[in-house]
């Protein structure tokens, strides 16, 4: 029997019951939405829409609709890439790392942190596909199969190839976690429409739910696999946003060709996911009245992890700054010199304040306990690790070599428009999950009831 | 005994710990039970059945070096015996720059395979029928399912049996076969 301290705070207050979890969690599925809930999937569609012409103008007249030129020819789009796959750390290093590390906090959160991922994949995706220009054949171009445009097969050695590789990795097997978590509380909303009676819902939940029914002998594979998904998931994670930073650590372009890429980037990613799992779950809580599964508590660690990957980007940073001025390479220095004083100061003093200062304010217990501070720096959290990747990407490529051929970037309304869509997107399907799947994990919050919910600490 | 199914004696449980001591103590007393279904994993409730550790990390493995054997075969096809190049001054079998794809192809068809796995041995799939004793099972209670006809013990007897160790409910259930 598993015994912990009563000093720990319960992580499901309210002394709920397994009945009240099943209700608690299931009442969002079968009840009629929210007219909040209508109002933001309106919202959500039409930016999309208004999104979905930039993204028809750009496959229709050509990515010279964007506001790239020949010596920035790397900008809005794979800034808004490196943000979303960053984004899409949050919710497998949640179900898998901190599964390995037996942190049971995180099964209020996984649930909606592994959609997130996934959603915010999708949206990631978006940028280098219709970079290609031709959606058609770019998703072609990219597998390795024989072709006649040049070199016989796709290039190995290449990283945007690995990206390729990695992304979709990434996507299918968070995807695959997700689902397996899934279908045991589809089984739970299946039994449930069919007690009440309501045969369409029996039906399409009884086909998600994989005709589960929760057997010892099933679930203890279900626990092995579960377990192992999460061994194979982290070191994923991790060769993520690795493999993303050698888009740039591999080429040759002063500001790029570091070797402190892989994990400045990891850690980077772990934060601005965290930041978004911390607002999207401040609204959802809130909205769905979830205050008890989703305590004060849970807030603050993540709020702690926020402060721990904060602080690693701010000493890469720093890092960065130093190794410049210690190579004695001129190019290096200049591109730092330039990063921080140059035509882009203004995004490069953003980044540093968002993602180094404003996470500090953790330190103080009072502020990491507060929701309306944790939703307001999670949000300058997620503003400052765009202007990250816009700083890194942007002023590194800006001042080429030769200064006849010193550009600046500015969008157009259709770079504007691409990032519009995605948003547009990835709220549109984030609400679309909140309403048709259970948004916590049912069944394994059950499982820490008895031991860690209200009842037992009194 | 009817000629249409299987009849079944239930035990209804409400509480993890004492559903698992009467696990032990019902199979102590010679019972054969069918099997326990919980709306969440019971820790600790395949020893007290008896069933072995799942291999289906053995399959993760298997898998696993398939999909790092597919992947080095591809590259090496593609770019060392097909049609070599030199890419950034490397060799015709650049074994580091394999590296990234060996790993991402060795983690795919290692999730994917066992997951595979996963629902074909335990027979999930969309159309699959639940075997639903009580539909209480998904919710909030642990039903223990014990098979009348593969136990010497009587419906009575088995009833008693659940109910002395805890059982807050006993039915009798006939599922098809």
């Known amino acids: ?244 930073s050698m888009d740039f650590a591999t080429s040759v372009i002063p500001g790029w060709h570091t070797t402190i890429f892989p994990p400045y980037f990891v850690a980077g990613a772990i934060f601005s996911g965290f930041a978004m799992v911390l607002t999207l779950l401040i609204i959802t809580r809130k909205v769905y009245n979830l205050e008890d599964y989703i305590t004060i508590k849970h807030l603050e660690l993540m709020n702690i992890v926020i402060i721990v990957t904060g602080s690693i980007v701010g000493i890469a940073y720093l890092t960065e700054l130093f190794m410049a001025w210690y190579s004695g390479v001129e190019y290096e220095q200049y591109a730092f010199y330039n990063r921080v004083t140059g035509p882009y100061w203004w995004a490069y003093w953003s980044m540093m304040t968002c993602n180094v200062i404003s996470p500090q304010l953790f330190w103080f217990k009072k502020i990491r306990t507060n929701i309306v501070a944790t939703f307001i720096i999670s949000i300058i959290v997620n503003i400052g690790m765009w202007f990250e990747r816009f700083v890194i990407i942007v002023t590194s490529l800006h001042r080429d070599f030769l200064p006849s051929s010193w550009a600046m970037f500015y969008p157009t309304i259709y770079d504007l428009g691409m990032y519009i869509f995605t948003f547009g997107l990835f709220f549109t399907a984030f609400l679309a999950f909140s309403k048709y799947f259970p948004v916590i994990n049912m069944a394994e919050v059950k499982s820490i009831l008895k031991h860690t919910g209200e009842k037992i600490k009194k | 005994m009817s000629d249409k199914g299987v009849k079944f004696v239930i035990g209804i449980y409400d509480d993890e710990d004492i559903l698992l001591d009467a696990i032990s103590s019902v199979r102590g007393k010679g019972v054969n ?90 027979d999930l799939k969309p159309w699959g029928k639940p075997k639903t004793f009580d539909l209480r099972s998904t919710d909030d209670k642990h039903v223990m399912a014990i098979e009348i006809e593969k136990n010497s013990m009587s419906e009575i007897q088995l009833k008693k049996l659940l109910e002395s160790n805890g059982a807050s409910e006993t039915n009798t259930k006939l599922m098809e076969e």
């Open chain 2, 33 to 122: 039970i069918h099997e326990v279904y919980s709306p969440f994993p019971v820790h600790g409730i395949e020893d007290r059945l008896g069933y072995k550790r799942s291999r289906l990390s053995i399959a993760a493995f298997c898998f696993g070096f398939l999909g790092t054997c597919l992947a080095l075969t591809m590259m090496i096809g593609m770019m060392t015996i097909d049609w070599p190049m030199i890419i950034g001054g490397k060799d015709f079998l650049p074994l580091p720059v394999f590296i990234p794809v060996t790993f991402e192809m060795t983690v795919l068809l290692a999730a994917f395979g066992m997951v595979g796995t996963f629902l074909v041995v335990s």
């Open chain 1, 1 to 244: 029997m598993h015994v912990e301290s009563k000093l720990r705070k319960p992580l499901i207050t309210g002394g709920k019951t397994l009945k009240d979890v099943s209700e608690d969690i299931c009442k969002r599925v079968e009840e009629k939405p929210s007219l909040s809930w209508y109002a933001a999937m309106i919202l959500s569609n039409i930016t999309l829409v208004v999104g979905a012409y930039a993204v028809y103008r750009t496959l229709w007249d050509g990515i010279g609709m964007w506001g790239l030129n020949k010596t920035v020819m790397w900008a809005w789009d794979i800034t808004n890439f490196v943000w979303w796959v960053g984004i899409g750390h949050a919710g497998t290093l949640i179900s898998a790392i901190l599964l390995l590390f037996r942190q049971r906090w995180r099964m209020a959160i996984n649930r909606s942190a592994e959609a997130m991922t996934i959603f915010a994949v999708i949206c990631a995706a978006m940028f280098p596909l219709l970079h290609m220009g031709r959606l058609w054949i770019g998703l072609i171009w990219v597998l390795p199969l024989p072709n006649t445009y040049g070199s016989l097969w796709v290039n190995f050695a290449s990283p945007l190839l690995w990206d390729v590789f990695a992304i979709t990795t990434y996507f299918s097997v968070s995807l695959v976690f997700w689902y397996i978590g899934l279908i045991p509380d589809f089984a739970t909303i299946r039994d449930r429409a069919k007690k009440a009676g309501r045969k369409i819902s029996a039906f399409i939940y009884g086909g998600l739910s994989f005709g589960w029914d929760g057997a010892a002998k099933t679930w203890s594979r279900y626990e092995t696999v579960s377990l192992v998904l999460a061994g194979l998931a982290t070191p994923l994670v991790l060769s993520v946003h690795t493999i993303v």
